[in-house]
């Protein structure tokens, strides 16, 4: 019989086939990347290629719908049920070779299509998947054989998918038979490895997963389609356990006060997370048991809770973590009603303050893919600071407290609608203009106390004591020490004396805005506790510049990288080389989801990083002492100061007092 | 440095080891079985060796106790708190090679002791432990090193038993922190492959598992030491699901007419074995949390309901299984509390009506380890048979309907004080006389009256219609075909005419006991039932005799296994090789607790039997027939005859319209 030459684009991947073998045959001895759900069978249309017209000189080939079978009756068949297929294309379990041929997978045939990303330094996003589908004709049982239904399910997985020794658990075993009978014998199940995780009678074709973001103030949950990739449904609530206290601190202390209290803070989380499932399943229009995986991410005291593992030990030195490494567990065991088979899989942390949440942020990101030096830095309560590259990886966490974040702060605010989030000064008048949140106008600019009259103008969020302090600096108003200058009360009856320091009014009003001395204070040892942070791991790496930089999670979202900079929270840098990557733990979880590989990828590259305790660093005194200045006491900012105006260094003044005070209240 | 040569008993390895090798050192590094849970602490006492002393031809060496380092203050400190060691012993792990030696590991320090059981022809169970438990030092939490204490601990056990990638489940995990800081940072894993299914502080030598009948009537249960394979408490329960239906088959309809019913039924079975564990732990005055292991045998239905398996199928052909595999699943989703980490694992099961508690016979029993060709019986509502040897094994039910357990018998009642089990008549007068449970003195003798007055003579259970059937047979009250001959009614008052049919009198008073036309009909079918099941075998394997017969379960416990061949409910044997196995299944279920290579070996010969659908045989029905006659109408019983004088074959008798009354009830 005549041998066919059969290229596949875009792999290139080509091979000679006997007259009459299917392409989806071909495909799959060649290794080329087709799917199919049903096995070849006509029925899931997932294999469907455009074959090649014309002369494919690159090939050698001449190729054409002439060297292929006729359009058969379950193409058809398939057409009528489903809709016509696009562009001529054919079911590649159906169109068998007849000739050479250049037969061309697009990617929506492909299972390992790539999911793009919207920022161009993030690399895309492969699907490699944990879960696949697979449709299966089971024989039937007879009394002349005895082998139970699960045997002959995986003799039929076997036989048509060549996956052996399939296993299931017992909540998954507990749906077979019934589902073999509403199948009449035919049945799709969700492979995970070589576990069946779900199970539906007939022909099932969708897969779903659930990525999770478990923050100590938020939980945000993605409902993702596992084969294209898509997030198809998002949902948030408020983490339930802030009824046991603001801050993670707290909660330990809870835990601490109360024995057994961590069983409730275990409970509370997953109560949140099982509650978060039926929020996305009823958006997305689908049901529970149709979640067939969940990825979560979260700093180590949420990931061990959710595990229901005591957090105690993280309140204190040494900081023991119970475990460290990726943890997978079947979703029931935590309470969670999703798939009966599914799992949870957590990633790993790094260290005793540096978590899952983390790991997430260095899968999103992938430094240890570039050659790029790249700081991370995700601030919350603590910063998490993660630098390096290809080379070498290097992690510690700062402890900034929550000034960042509007807390501490006197006129400070959670970000919400009515808050100050960007702010300028005038270099000359020391008049302030700001914006708020939910209104577009600048507060000189007409109709701006109309549009936020419903809101009110009630505070300022942590974005906007960035900005303003920068601005204050840049404007002269504080020094390089972060003195509020009393002198400038002659020029600007904003500066006010308030006690021995001064400090700045932003708003007359109710309620009256402004900054005070201990303001800049708290916003300095926040900064200056991120900054230390951020130049160990410089100094440990050996390098006094870094590459780029990527902000990580909300405060990064909202805070302008260049005050950042202006105040020193981060190093010098091309500024068009600094931006803020969202949620990316949030999207660690999602890649963790998608790509079976990344999970491996993740493991092996936390093992890898060198875990630094600030704590235990004599440097870090000295790096804290140098960063409580603005920007810095020692170090320049090269790149910065090509795009931001510095202020005249002038001589600092005297803080009227302030540190005597500060003396005593110590 | 000197070699010298060491040489073990009873196992014979030998080996030259430098000067100053400790003994369980030398031991280990030849594969000897030299037990050890302290690992070479000195503390655990587990490694007791006994050195030779003198002259050894036969392994040319001299040995004595000058060969090995002296007495240390480790062995004075072990013995001072545990008692001094027995006939000079040596901790192996501190006696230390100092010349050459002949070293003997007494059964007490083999980890694979061998555990005798009473009768001859069972096979000893040698220990192959399941879990094993590990004494280990777990480094301390160290702020320059963020390694968890999971992964310190999985360190400690790769670096000192040598068991890399240690896993554990999160209930184990759950008591990690809490225990390495009761036990200092010295703990006990309890193993089970690489999985930590427990864990202690400091040094834990003692480990339990539970091997647990269940049976459709009672569920009992064996708290075994998993160190020397005893039984250190026992307990019993009827099965709860009783109340859902007397017979496996009217609770498989409670469940068809109550949707959801099965979890009622499955909550009970679970329920039942979880109350065992607290019977049997507080018994042995132990923690649930010791109990490492469970193993379980039942019929498939008791199987499937313990794992939350639906078996409406089991009800009705085909009789489909949903699993028949072996299989172990975490004792917490079974809702059973045992060790944190504890399986439970449940035998296989060889077709719809052939259980686990068939497969827990066999692996007891052990036919497929044999040339002898062995034939099981285990009579209950169905019995279930195996015929083979190490060649070939096969396997079918036969359904004998309850008639053997004193059921539709019309004076029949199950085995319990008061009820007569053995039966004696007169050959010449027909005159009975009888024991009856709680009694050791026959009917007939001084006394019998005023000892029975407490219990009465209430009924005849199974073993005691056996042997008054095959006693009116061998007396010739009943023909070979099972008809009571009226005609001796005029030589014996106890031969009575009621209604169509004559009876039998066993005893006068309240209440009035006596055998009639339609019991002995009731025994024939379950009689005929059983043997053409065990003759279907034969036919199948191709032989007309067999060599060995043991009866299993309770019922077989109590026949007296002559009589049981007389009626021809087996076939003709030498009957010093017919004997019960008493709870056969249940042992199969301590084998299977006690030693991990028997699993892999029964599981892989259920896989090899031969499994036979006696409804589907053509033969059946003509076996059956055959077999109704007493003992059978075509088989020959040369071995029994030789023990037992059979009556004069007569004419048959007619049964006066008995078989038209039978038609009409039809």
């Keep these: 019989m005549a041998d066919h030459l059969v290229v596949f684009t875009p792999s290139g991947k080509r091979g000679r086939f006997a007259e009459g073998t299917p392409v989806l045959e071909a495909a799959r001895q060649l290794g080329v990347d087709l799917d199919s759900v049903c096995g ?43 809709g016509a297929l696009a562009n001529g294309r054919r079911l590649g379990c159906q169109a068998r070779v007849t000739g050479d041929l250049v037969v061309d997978v697009p990617p929506d045939s492909q299972v390992h299509r790539q999911v793009v990303r919207k920022r161009a330094e993030a690399h895309p996003i492969e699907i490699d998947p944990v879960v696949r589908l697979a449709f299966v004709e089971v024989a039937q049982p007879d009394m002349h ?10 003799a039929a997985l076997a036989a048509q998918w060549g996956v052996e020794g399939v296993t299931a658990s017992l909540p998954v075993l507990a749906t077979l038979q019934a589902t073999l009978h509403a199948g009449e014998w035919s049945v799709t199940a969700a492979l995970r490895g070589r576990e069946i995780v779900a199970l539906w009678p007939g022909l099932r074709e969708r897969a779903h997963g659930m990525a999770v973001d478990v923050g100590s103030t938020t939980i945000a949950a993605h409902l993702t389609d596992l084969i294209t990739g898509e997030v198809v449904a998002s949902a948030g609530l408020m983490n339930p356990q802030i009824r046991f206290g603001e801050d993670l601190m707290s909660r330990v202390s809870y835990v601490m006060m109360n024995p057994g209290g961590e069983r409730e803070l275990t409970s509370s989380v997953r109560e949140a997370l099982d509650r978060l499932v039926g929020d996305v399943v009823a958006e997305a229009g689908i ?42 567990v079947p979703a029931r065991d935590l309470g969670i009603v999703i798939a009966p088979g599914a799992y949870v899989y957590a990633l790993p942390c790094i260290a005793g303050h540096v978590g899952a949440d983390t790991a997430g942020v260095v899968l999103s990101e992938g430094p240890y893919l570039k050659d790029e030096l790249t700081l991370l830095v995700d601030v919350g309560t603590n910063a998490e600071i993660v630098l390096g590259n290809r080379q070498r990886l290097l992690a510690c966490s700062s402890p900034t407290g929550p000034a960042f974040e509007g807390a501490q702060i006197s006129c400070g605010q959670r970000a919400a609608p009515g808050a100050i989030e960007r702010v300028r000064i005038d270099r000359q008048t020391l008049e302030p203009r700001y914006k708020v949140i939910g209104c577009d106008l600048w507060s000189n600019e007409p109709g701006f106390e109309e549009a936020t009259a419903s809101t009110g103008v009630t505070g300022i969020c942590g974005s906007g004591i960035i900005e303003i302090v920068a601005e204050m600096w840049l404007s002269g108003i504080i020094t390089t020490d972060g003195v509020i200058d009393g002198g400038l009360a002659e020029r600007s009856p904003r500066i006010e004396a308030t006690g021995r320091t001064f400090s700045y009014l932003v708003r007359e009003g109710e309620p009256r805005l402004s900054i005070s001395q201990n303001d800049v204070r708290a916003i300095q040892l926040a900064k200056a506790a991120l900054y230390a942070g951020i130049r160990l791991l410089m100094d440990r790496y050996g390098v006094d510049k870094v590459e780029r930089i990527t902000l990580a999670g909300a405060f990064g979202s909202h805070i302008d990288v260049r005050y950042a900079m202006v105040l020193g929270l981060i190093p010098d840098c091309d500024l068009s080389r600094v931006a803020s990557a969202g949620n990316a733990a949030g999207t660690g979880a999602r890649i963790a989801l998608l790509n079976l590989r990344s999970r491996a990828e993740i493991e092996k590259t936390v093992l890898g990083i060198e875990k630094i305790e600030t704590a235990l660093e004599p440097a870090f005194q000295e790096h804290f002492v140098n960063a409580m200045a603005i920007p810095n006491k020692v170090e320049p900012f090269p790149e910065l100061a090509k795009v931001v105006e510095f202020p005249t260094p002038r001589e600092s003044v005297a803080e009227s007092g302030g540190r005597r005070r500060r003396r005593r209240d110590g």
């Design 40 to 82: 070849g069978r006509g029925i899931c249309g997932r294999c469907q290629v455009e074959i090649g017209e014309g002369t494919f000189s690159k090939h050698g080939i001449e190729s054409g719908a002439r060297h292929v079978t006729a359009w058969n009756a379950v193409e058809a068949r398939y057409a009528a049920k489903r």
């Design 287 to 328: 049901d529970r048991a149709d979640v067939l995986e969940m990825t979560v991410v979260g700093n180590p005291i949420m990931h061990h809770l959710l595990l229901g593992l005591n957090p105690v030990e993280l309140g204190g030195a040494p900081f023991a973590l119970t475990i460290d490494g990726a943890y997978e």
């Design 145 to 154: 054989d005895p082998a139970s239904d699960f045997r002959r399910l995986q």
